[in-house]
């Protein structure tokens, strides 16, 4: 069965310090891999995807993450935290179920970046 | 351009009121969705469209209804609320829906049921 897994409820993370949020995922054929930002009270915000290609795949604000196909993992990653970057951030499959197809969301991480 | 928009923001309802839920993209987007989110459940599917005049059913559709007379627009009907449907409802559009389109998402309204 198709899922995601993002194994901490939350993450704290130093002003300045590298961050990772972790994502492992299951999934029957290729993996589409997406990750999504949310803030307070708003929607979520496309950050990166993966498709095929490279493995490191990087997107907006500074954000990349790694697909390791070995360990079904999509980590996403910062070199360099901002306080700004505190959020709920979401790691999503999409695949297909039945006749549509179907973004299975991990059940989020929360960030808190402490300055 | 507005990317997805979402009316309203908040809304409280009674048992049994009903109401529409608005979305509406300015990206010509063919696909568009609505999500529910719960806390623990992550965000479910409870329908979609491919094409104006096209909707189908996800996989919470009960309680839901839809329709897509245009492009732009996508609302979400309540036909008689239940305290089961409070929650965090997000509408998405994409390009065209296959599996490696990005899905862009509106801000969301916020519904409780009493």
């Known amino acids: 069965a198709q899922s995601v897994a993002q194994p901490e409820d939350q993450v704290n993370v130093a002003e300045g310090n590298p961050l990772t949020v972790k994502c492992t995922y299951s999934v029957s054929g290729n993996p589409y891999l997406f990750w999504y930002v949310q803030y307070p009270n708003r929607g979520l915000q496309f950050l990166l995807k993966?498709?095929?290609?490279?493995?490191l795949v990087k997107g907006s604000y500074g954000f990349e993450a790694e697909f390791n196909k070995s360990q079904t993992s999509f980590h996403l990653k910062k070199p360099s935290a901002l306080v700004s970057d505190s959020a709920l951030y979401f790691c999503a499959v999409r695949d297909l179920r039945g006749n549509f197809n179907k973004f299975y969301f991990g059940s989020g991480t929360k960030l808190n970046v402490k300055p | 351009n507005a990317g997805v928009t979402q009316t309203p923001k908040f809304q409280v309802l009674k048992t049994g009121q009903s109401m529409t839920l608005q979305c509406a993209q300015d990206m010509n987007h063919e696909y568009m969705s609505w999500y529910r989110q719960d806390p623990g459940m992550g965000l479910r599917l409870i329908h979609y469209?491919?094409?104006?005049?096209?909707?189908d059913q996800g996989e919470v559709p009960n309680g839901y209804n839809v329709s897509r007379s245009t492009t732009e627009d996508f609302p979400l009907r309540l036909l008689s609320a239940a305290p089961s449907q409070t929650s965090v409802y997000f509408c998405?559009?994409?390009?065209?829906?296959?599996?490696?389109?990005?899905?862009?998402f509106g801000p969301g309204t916020r519904l409780t049921v009493l």
């Open positions: 469209s491919v094409g104006a005049g096209i909707t």
């Open positions: 993966y498709i095929t290609g490279d493995n």
């Open positions: 998405a559009s994409s390009y065209r829906g296959t599996l490696t389109d990005t899905q862009y």
